[in-house]
């Protein structure tokens, strides 16, 4: 008895916050389409839309990672993520083109580390811009048009 009543009161409380959870759960939100105020026009164009987008977006397979050279020593490491806005059905070509695209791209985030753009505030809004507009730039020189933008994903660095 001594061992059945905390299995008890456990599955009594674990029900308890389930049902608490689901009663308190807020409603969604109304999407455009359920709008009432929406013509019927307008919904089959917001239909069309999210069913046929001419873009996608390809991620670099693996991280990149660049050191921060102060003197003769490295002193931080940048470890950031990428990925390419392409048209539709591109991913592929991408694909086959991505040890090209890594040795540019590294060679673009080399440059930004030895000019100093990743030290101090690195992630402020101009340095981040000049250096998206130098990965576009090169991913556009070696892919052409089929690249329309670089995205940055995840950036952070780590100091020694």
Do not use: C, W
């Not at 001594?2 to 109304?30: E, H």
Request: overall charge negative; charged content about 20%; proline content about 5%.
């Amino acid at each position: 008895m001594k061992k059945l009543l905390p299995v008890v009161l456990l599955l009594i409380g674990a029900g308890a916050g389930v049902g608490a959870g689901i009663f308190m759960r807020p409603t969604p939100a109304p999407m455009a389409s359920d709008d009432p105020d929406v013509s019927n026009e307008e919904k089959q164009k917001i239909d069309e839309a999210a069913e046929t987008s001419d873009r996608e977006y390809v991620k670099m397979n693996n991280q990149f990672v660049v050191p921060v050279v102060s003197g003769d020593a490295v002193t931080a490491l940048v470890v950031m993520s990428l990925s390419l806005e392409v048209p539709a059905g591109q991913k592929d070509a991408i694909y086959s083109m991505e040890p090209k695209l890594r040795d540019s791209f590294l060679q673009v985030l080399f440059d930004h580390a030895n000019v100093g753009g990743f030290n101090g505030a690195f992630t402020n809004a101009n340095n981040m811009a000049v250096l998206r507009g130098a990965l576009r730039e090169v991913a556009q020189k070696d892919m052409g048009d089929q690249i329309s933008d670089v995205l940055i994903l995840e950036i952070a660095r780590q100091d020694y």
